[in-house]
């Protein structure tokens, strides 16, 4: 790039970075940046999101409402209760109607039930039960590394009769 270009935003020289969306030059201090994992946990990233980095325009006008939706559906996902296949004695009251969620190729189990928890918000659930882990190791070399699956049926739990419920 032409370090000679101006930024759109401040008009600034040595606009180095582009955005992604309508590509005009910004400089490191105007520039919105993205991390190339941020919207991960949706199933999919619109084209809009998949950018590394954005003008301020573009950010506000585009990406800041998916955005904050996202991380809103983040922070819920962390209050999903949920119960393990173990557990089924204490929900076995509970209808389980709704398909089970899937999820592969986690380094971890939190990871994992952070991804159903993820689409259990997504559905309007608040809770995940008969949750199972399993784990596979794959061996390249003499690189080892184990990656996880599991599998939970989302479910709504009566808020009134949460108490009834503890999360493990």
């Known amino acids: 790039m032409n370090t000679n270009e101006f930024c759109k935003s401040c008009r600034k020289p040595k606009a180095i970075y582009n955005c992604g969306i309508c590509h005009e030059n910004t400089c490191k201090s105007c520039t919105q940046f993205m ?96 949750v199972q882990f399993n784990s596979k190791k794959i061996i390249v070399g003499s690189h080892k590394k184990t990656v996880w699956s599991a599998t939970a049926v989302p479910v709504s739990v009566d808020p009134n009769s949460i108490k009834d419920y503890s999360s493990p």
């Open 35 to 130: 991390g190339e994992d941020h919207f991960s946990f949706l199933k999919k990233v619109p084209k809009e999101l998949t950018h590394p980095t954005y003008c301020p325009v573009c950010f506000e006008d585009k990406v800041r409402e998916p955005f904050d939706a996202y991380n809103h559906t983040m922070e819920q996902a962390k209050e999903i209760l949920f119960f393990t296949k173990e557990q089924s004695k204490m929900t076995s009251k509970l209808k389980r109607n709704e398909e089970p969620y899937h999820v592969e190729n986690c380094e971890d189990q939190d990871e994992a039930l952070m991804r159903m928890s993820f689409f259990a918000v997504q559905g309007n659930f608040n809770a995940l039960i008969d």
